[in-house]
């Protein structure tokens, strides 16, 4: 990706937590160099001089904003508010995409959860907003936001929302399929190398092997799934693809596979929360035929519960754990974990 060398500006992405140790260099393989300021649970903070809508346009960060002002011990949003109002601060318009008739709201986030304010400290912030740049507040539908955070780890920032990310189903979107940021995410973290064979047994609504295609990385790609209707609506979004398998069929059986022909599996198996399963019997049944079609050494990706002991289930398996990482989907705590599989020894 370009980098246009405009004048570098601050920006705050908001990410899944528990990838902060990939954060930095997933974005920068998208838009091209950042500098990194700041990363904590789930936010970066990064300098960047290319076109914003680079950034708008990243897959896998939620809501990202424009900084324009830093605050290194907030104490309230009463403080902040007068800090800025008595600041004289840039907004870079381009930036911004702010037009005449534009109107907006002013927003306050405390540890990740918004946040009411005094009716005087809103209408000094609308106030600020209304001077500096002619736009009218619009408390319920507005064109554009303006948000002042605090965050746990004690400090604030004052921001312009470039994004409009959202936990909820988008148009377009179907419930129960991983969000598009979660995805890219875990690809990115399963660290697979290009031109490999691939399979998702599990591949449900999609939300990895979307990611997958678009990144376009892999040799072939098997996605199986039980649900006739999961099915049709793969063959709906991917049926075009040449190196593309779709078909039902139940992960304990893969029969339609030899054995060692997978090079890695990454997939969001069932989490027993709404199916009718005993988790440890229906995980070994699976990882039983997965481990009979994944070659030596290859590589397994799986998204589970926090709740599974995915370590009683495993241990009479070949596997290495090589990595892990704790994250949220859909509010709910789950773990990431990364397998190799190891070779039998002679009396296994």
């Known amino acids: 990706m370009k980098n246009s060398h405009r004048e570098s500006r601050t920006y705050i992405s908001m990410f899944v937590p528990g990838f902060e140790n990939i954060i930095e260099n997933a974005i920068a393989r998208r838009i091209g160099p950042i500098q990194a300021k700041q990363i904590n649970s789930g936010m970066i903070v990064y300098m960047y001089g290319g076109s914003p ?8 960060v939620k809501n990202t904003f424009l900084c324009l002002q830093t605050f290194s011990d907030p104490v309230d949003f009463s403080k902040m508010v007068r800090q800025v109002s008595e600041s004289r601060l840039n907004y870079p318009a381009q930036v911004m995409g702010i037009g005449r008739g534009h109107s907006f ?5 405390y540890a990740n959860q918004f946040h009411k304010v005094a009716a005087g400290v809103m209408k000094s912030a609308e106030n600020k907003v209304s001077r500096d740049l002619c736009l009218t507040p619009n408390r319920v ?5 303006f948000w002042y955070i605090i965050r746990s780890e004690k400090i604030g ?36 190398p290009p031109n490999k064979t691939i399979m998702d047994p599990f591949a449900g609504y999609g939300g ?6 678009s990144l ?42 030899t054995p060692e022909s997978i090079d890695a599996v990454i997939t969001d198996p069932p989490w027993g929360s709404y199916e009718s399963i005993d988790v ?12 009979r079609v994944l070659k030596t050494h290859g590589k397994m990706i799986l998204l589970v519960s926090e709740r599974i002991d995915m370590d009683r289930i495993v241990f009479p398996f070949p596997l290495r754990l090589t990595n892990r990482t704790n994250t ?21």
């Open 157 to 192: 920032f004052y921001t312009f929302l470039l994004t409009r990310g959202t936990s909820s189903v988008k148009a377009g979107e179907t419930k129960g399929k991983l969000t598009p940021e979660l995805a890219s995410l875990i690809i990115e973290w399963a660290q697979i």
């Open 216 to 257: 376009n990385s892999f040799k072939r790609l098997f996605l199986f799934d039980i649900e006739s209707e999961k099915i049709q609506g793969l063959y709906h979004q991917l049926g075009d693809k040449k190196n593309i398998v779709i078909k039902k069929q139940d992960a304990r059986f893969l029969n339609s596979l």
């Open 53 to 60: 809508q680079e950034i708008i346009d990243l897959d896998v």
């Open 208 to 213: 990895l092997a979307d990611r997958l295609v």
């Open 105 to 109: 709201r002013v927003r306050y986030s």
């Open 328 to 348: 949220l989907v859909n509010g709910k705590k789950a773990i990431i974990y990364s397998y190799q599989k190891l070779p039998r020894t002679p009396n296994a």
């Open 141 to 145: 539908n507005p064109d554009l936001e």
């Open 280 to 291: 440890e019997q229906f995980y070994t049944e699976t990882l039983i035929e997965i481990l």
